[in-house]
């Protein structure tokens, strides 16, 4: 199941040992973070439609805890055909009203997130082995992935998800910079393979640059169409915190170009 493009470009893969280590160090800061939530905090908005903070870390739990379920589960067939990264970002927006369903039967189950989130990055450790197998497939809600694949996911969810807190709190959440590139390059993969094409190219410095969306190529030079932004602001809207005019006001993001406005192609991720 190819995205658009998809078999037309290199696929980027991703050190499982590395990305295991990313999300193990990202889990932590999220803890901290955790931690320091007074009692009103856990009810003020997230910034997310409907979800307060203490919603929001319920979902951080179910995506730590996410994958050893996928790992306990019946795993797919040998040889079944596997999907990638970019269909995983490009098809989450079809799911969002039963994670959002799922999320919020789980919080009324919750009695303690903090308690919750402890519990849930503690079984993290007994994964290692099989996460980080390339050759280990799991299902996903969109198709069997490898397992290593899944595991990127979730760095892209807690990293995601690590802004959210840190913006709708006001506490200062550390970031791991192999979470924060990891997250990055899978957002603007999913850009290039939903807007295919080599007319424009999106830089997010110093940790993506791909070309995107149909029109004439470049063949030396600068491209004539240039988007240019910084890996926390790619983040927000890669995933509708933000949008793209705003963030052009705000000189937050450099366009250049007349195919250069992104606005059509984003969210990338629901």
Not at 60 to 84: C, D, H, S
């Amino acid at each position: 199941m190819p995205t658009p493009g998809e078999s037309r470009r290199r696929v980027r893969t991703y050190e499982p040992t590395r990305t295991w280590g990313a999300l193990r160090a990202q889990v932590g800061h999220v803890r901290v973070a955790a931690r320091g939530l007074t009692g009103e905090q856990w009810k003020w908005p997230s910034g997310l439609p409907g979800w307060d903070v203490r919603l929001l870390v319920v979902h951080i739990v179910r995506q730590v805890e996410a994958m050893g379920t996928m790992l306990a589960a019946e795993p797919p067939a040998a040889g079944a055909k596997t999907v990638g990264l970019d269909t995983w970002a490009l098809s989450t927006a079809g799911i969002a009203e039963k994670l959002d369903a799922a999320t919020r039967a789980e919080e009324a189950r919750t009695a303690d997130p903090l308690v919750a989130l402890e519990a849930a990055a503690e079984q993290l450790a007994a994964l290692e082995a099989e996460a980080t197998r390339a050759d280990r497939l799991v299902p996903s809600p969109f198709g069997p992935m490898r397992a290593s694949d899944f595991l990127v996911t979730r760095l892209v969810e807690l990293v995601v998800h690590s802004d959210d807190l840190a913006r709708a709190t006001g506490i200062e959440i550390g970031f791991d910079r192999h979470a924060v590139a990891g997250a990055v390059r899978v957002l603007a993969d999913a850009l290039a393979a939903k807007a295919p094409g080599n007319s424009v190219e999106v830089r997010v410095p110093p940790y993506a640059a791909v070309q995107c969306v149909e029109g004439p190529r470049h063949t030396r030079g600068t491209p004539p169409n240039v988007v240019e932004t910084d890996p926390v602001t790619w983040l927000r809207l890669s995933t509708g915190r933000t949008s793209f005019a705003d963030e052009v006001d705000a000189a937050r993001v450099s366009a250049s170009g007349e195919r250069a406005d992104l606005a059509a192609y984003l969210p990338v991720l629901g």
